[in-house]
């Protein structure tokens, strides 16, 4: 008899032993990603001055809104990715389906600005309850399976990063705001931090400053 010890502490699967990150990488310390997708054409992201942009605009239509904070986030979902499960065995290329498979690959800056190889990742085929996708990492022999979702936030074509915003504004530089539903009518004006009702075509309006200031 121990006590304080459980079973569930050394009776493991061999794959849970294992270390999930599959990088060691901060996504800040990335200046360039390719992506190529089975039957698109393949396209990469660099990193100007903290900002990510399209290695080449012409991949998007004229007057395409980049958002360049969707890059981002695909660029930290990269490097962050975790495998769900290291499988002890191949399932052979009829399950994983890597020949021609999506795949991603990130470059990471060093000391004296040398870029480093490329860390590159391949998803394959979905299993038939899709609950994860098979992968492989350059530089290892094993199989990986990541969660499904890992592989639906990396699987972005450049007009899937487009800007979303409907108005490129910083809130705190707001001085006026103007609603107006039919024939009501309201004005807000920002004094210091605070926001007040300057006219309304309701009587007995209160402002709650807070609420505007969203």
């Given at each position: 008899v121990?006590?304080?010890?459980?079973t569930s502490a050394f009776s493991k699967e061999p794959g849970a032993w294992l270390e999930k990150k599959l990088f060691a990488d901060k996504a800040d310390d990335v200046t360039k990603v390719d992506v190529a997708l089975a039957g698109q054409a393949p396209f990469s992201l660099?990193?100007?001055d903290?900002?990510?942009t399209l290695a080449d605009p012409g991949l998007v239509p004229a007057g395409f809104r980049f958002d360049s904070g969707a890059a981002s986030r695909l660029v930290t979902s990269l490097v962050s990715l975790r495998a769900k499960d290291v499988l002890m065995e191949d399932p052979g290329a009829e399950k994983t389906k890597f020949e021609g498979a999506d795949s991603w690959a990130f470059y990471v800056a060093g000391e004296g600005g040398q870029?480093?190889?490329p860390r590159r990742v391949q998803i394959g085929a979905t299993d038939g309850e899709g609950k994860f996708v098979y992968a492989k990492v350059s530089g290892r022999d094993d199989i990986l399976?990541?969660?499904?979702?890992?592989g639906k936030n990396l699987r972005k074509a450049p007009t899937d990063l487009r800007d979303m915003k409907l108005i490129n504004l910083d809130p705190a530089a707001a001085k006026t705001l103007l609603i107006v539903d039919g024939a009501k009518k309201l004005v807000f004006e920002k004094k210091g931090s605070d926001w007040s009702i300057a006219t309304s075509s309701e009587t007995s309006m209160r402002c709650a400053s807070t609420c505007c200031s969203r």
């Open positions: 121990v006590r304080g010890v459980y660099v990193k100007n903290k900002t990510w870029v480093s190889e399976t990541l969660n499904e979702s890992s």
